[in-house]
T-cell receptor, first 114, second 112 residues
Framework: KAGVTQTPRYLIKTRGQQVTLSCSPI?????VSWYQQTPGQGLQFLFE???????NKGNFPGRFSGRQFSNSRSEMNVSTLELGDSALYLC?????????????FGPGTRLTVT | ELKVEQNPLFLSMQEGKNYTIYCNYS?????LYWYRQDPGKSLESLFV?????AVKQEGRLMASLDTKARLSTLHITAAVHDLSATYFC????????????FGTGTRLTIIP
């Protein structure tokens, strides 16, 4: 079974630009969550999508948004980039059912904002 | 608000020694996870602990959960260099909610 894939793996953007990151979950998984990892703040939850609906949202400004498609692939978008958005962005895939516990992480997208 | 604390933050230990990483959390939890992260890499799932008294072991790593004390431990036995990594615990509070709240991580360095 193929794992979680994220594209692109590396990205360099300029302040003020916007960026879209993509995550393809494991086949059959319906839940996709996004996390931001920085040296200062650690791992922080951004949002979770389940069956195309945002089920949970972390404490990030509205510049951070996401969506999920009918094939469970998910995208997150960051508008008006700031230097502090430089981070490793990880997505996690889960079956999403009541008895499904495993969460599998993708390789991440490393975003650098200059 | 759920808080997850790990200690120590940094741990340097010699090969062959035993040590324990602690993870405390502040509210009732449905699940607790342990992950490993190598530098520049993603998170690798180690254990999922679901109930009070749960104990899981894989190689030189053993994780346990005490839900009454809101405490999980990751015990390392006879450490080897390959175990050098950052270890995170993470907690999920509700079924139907996949949000993971992570601890600060413990950076483990095994010295030959």
């Amino acid at each position: 079974k193929a794992g979680v894939t994220q594209t692109p793996r590396y990205l360099i953007k300029t302040r003020g630009q916007q960026v879209t990151l993509s995550c393809s979950p494991i086949s059959g998984h319906r839940s996709v969550s996004w996390y931001q990892q920085t040296p200062g703040q650690g791992l922080q939850f951004l949002f979770e999508y389940f069956s195309e609906t945002q089920r949970n949202k972390g404490n990030f400004p509205g510049r951070f948004s996401g969506r999920q498609f009918s094939n469970s692939r998910s995208e997150m978008n960051v508008s008006t980039l700031e230097l502090g958005d430089s981070a490793l962005y990880l997505c996690a895939s889960s079956p999403g059912g009541a008895a499904a516990y495993e969460q599998y992480f993708g390789p991440g997208t490393r975003l650098t904002v200059t | 608000e759920l808080k997850v604390e790990q200690n120590p933050l940094f741990l340097s230990m010699q090969e062959g020694k035993n040590y324990t990483i602690y993870c405390n959390y502040s509210t009732t939890s449905d699940r607790l996870y342990w992950y490993r992260q190598d530098p520049g890499k993603s998170l690798e799932s180690l254990f999922v602990l679901l109930s009070n008294g749960a104990v899981k072991q894989e190689g030189r790593l053993m994780a346990s959960l005490d839900t009454k004390a809101r405490l999980s431990t990751l015990h390392i036995t006879a450490a080897v260099h390959d175990l050098s990594a950052t270890y995170f615990c993470a907690v999920v509070t509700n079924f139907g909610n996949e949000k993971l709240t992570f601890g600060t991580g413990t950076r483990l360095t095994i010295i030959p």
